[in-house]
């Protein structure tokens, strides 16, 4: 018996007529993925719908993907936190030595004081940062990590609990479907083989009935032939549509539980983004500076600073301090007395401050060895001119001979009243470099008259008659 075909009956892509199928079989059944032999797809990552075998699993890699995304907003922000804390140390090496040039600087008054103001709010500014570095390398950080430690348990063997968890639902839900999805493909197969063995079988048949050379008892076997091809692909096509029969049966079923392990995944995923946008809004909060009452006041006492600079008040002060508003001492006639004149006692000199020295100079050897073992230091009050001491209830200081030489009174006092003393050699030359001071060759011996004061000095008479002060490591005892 003869078989038509109809060719007319347009069929889907898995061999059967649209009105065979369900819409939703229908998606589920076009799928072309390879499964392996426990049902799962040997390439999970195909482009294909979600209700695919296998490609489930890019919702399980998305559990992974949330973790490491922990790290990378963590490690995003610690970068910047470090940025902000290398602005905060220029910020402070910047106030640091500009506030020294500007005041070693020419600038004063009001106008240099608001030149500081930029180095003072530069500090603040710095704190500020150093702050804000603290806070997104330390608050923010740790907060992410104390989530991403509870959101994400590990397991002994590796990987996360709530992969494991997600994967495992998934596969469990899905299995019994691709079992059947497995027979489906199965008897799909088996039902085109069974077309194709039936087109042959008929156009062999087609052949034989027009060649001529054809007996009838060849004919009638390709006949034969083809009725049974036919009869077979009938039942195929039978236990082919009962086999998607039955996974049409499982879709509701099978679309419920993907959709509950979905949900579960759905929702941890909200809490990562919820978290993730707090997380996000509170860098926000710590960055934007300018909501800070320390930010504002900073800017606010700069500006009154710089607007507070008058002109005319620090040329007032420069006139007052270095200009025609200084005072001045013009000189007056004085009478001259006794108690005006200037003492040079031992005392005197050791109550002086130690810091206020110099080194003696225009000292020569006449031995051309070497020079005293160290130097001697003065008094530099000592060499200052004494005119610019002068005040208006002062008297002005009278002029004493030089090299040593006492004024003739005092002279005289020295003469009456003999002192005793040690004779000593001066063992280096020695010019004297104020008036109260002797001058005397090496060799020359002098009468020690007191003992070594604070800063070094003695006061001795020379064989003259002249009485002075002279460096004590530039003399010796006469009997050594």
Not at 154 to 174: H, I, L, S, V, Y
Not at 345 to 364: F, H, P, Q, W, Y
């Amino acid at each position: 018996m003869f078989v038509e075909l109809k060719p007319a009956v347009r069929m889907t892509s898995c061999g059967l007529a649209p009105s065979a199928v369900s819409p939703v079989a229908a998606i589920i059944l076009c799928c072309t993925a390879k499964m392996s032999s426990n049902g799962d797809l040997s390439d999970p990552g195909s482009s294909g719908s979600f209700w695919e075998p296998g490609n489930y699993k890019r919702t399980v890699k998305r559990i992974d993907d949330g973790h490491r995304l922990c790290n990378e907003v963590v490690s995003c922000f610690q970068e910047r936190a470090k940025i902000e804390k290398s602005y905060a140390l220029q910020l402070s090496d910047w106030a640091k030595r500009w506030r020294g040039v500007v005041e070693k600087g020419p600038q004063y008054g009001t106008l240099e004081k608001a030149w500081h103001a930029f180095m003072q709010a530069a500090d603040r500014l710095s704190e500020l940062h150093l702050e804000l570095r603290e806070r997104l390398a330390c608050e923010d950080g740790e907060k992410v990590r104390t989530w991403q430690k509870e959101a994400f348990r590990k397991q002994m063997m590796g990987g996360f609990k709530e992969t494991k968890d997600a994967d495992d639902g998934f596969r469990k839900a899905q299995k019994p479907w691709v079992r059947k999805l497995k027979e489906v493909d199965a008897s799909k197969k088996s039902y085109h083989q069974a077309r194709k063995e039936e087109r042959t079988a008929v156009t062999r048949e087609t052949h034989a009935k027009a060649d001529p050379t054809k007996s009838q008892e060849e004919v009638r076997k390709f006949t034969t032939r083809a009725e049974r091809c036919s009869e077979e692909a009938d039942k195929v096509k039978q236990r082919y549509t009962k086999a998607l029969d039955e996974l049409n049966r499982c879709n509701p079923r099978y679309m419920e539980d993907m959709e509950q392990v979905f949900d579960l995944t759905q929702d941890a995923e909200r809490r990562r983004l919820r978290f993730f946008k707090e997380v996000l809004l509170d860098i926000h909060t710590h960055l934007d500076l300018s909501v800070k009452d320390e930010f504002k006041g900073l800017h606010r006492d700069l500006g009154q600073t710089i607007q507070a600079a008058n002109d005319a008040e620090d040329l007032r002060w420069w006139r007052n301090a270095h200009g025609p508003g200084m005072s001045m001492n013009w000189p007056q006639f004085e009478e001259w007395s006794p108690e005006a004149s200037r003492s040079i006692s031992s005392k005197e000199r050791g109550g002086r401050a130690k810091d206020n020295v110099v080194t003696l100079t225009n000292i020569v050897s006449s031995s051309g060895g070497d020079g005293p073992p160290s130097p001697i230091t003065m008094d530099p009050g000592r060499g200052k001119d004494s005119s610019s001491d002068w005040s208006d209830e002062e008297s002005p200081p009278k002029v004493q001979a030089v090299n040593g030489v006492m004024e003739e009174e005092e002279q005289e006092e020295e003469e009456e009243a003999p002192v005793e003393g040690v004779r000593v050699r001066a063992l280096y030359d020695y010019t004297g470099q104020e008036a109260d001071e002797l001058s005397f060759k090496a060799g020359e011996e002098l009468l020690k008259m007191s003992e070594e004061d604070e800063q070094g000095w003695c006061r001795g008479r020379l064989s003259g008659g002249q009485v002075g002060l002279y460096p004590a490591n530039y003399v010796q005892p006469a009997c050594s």
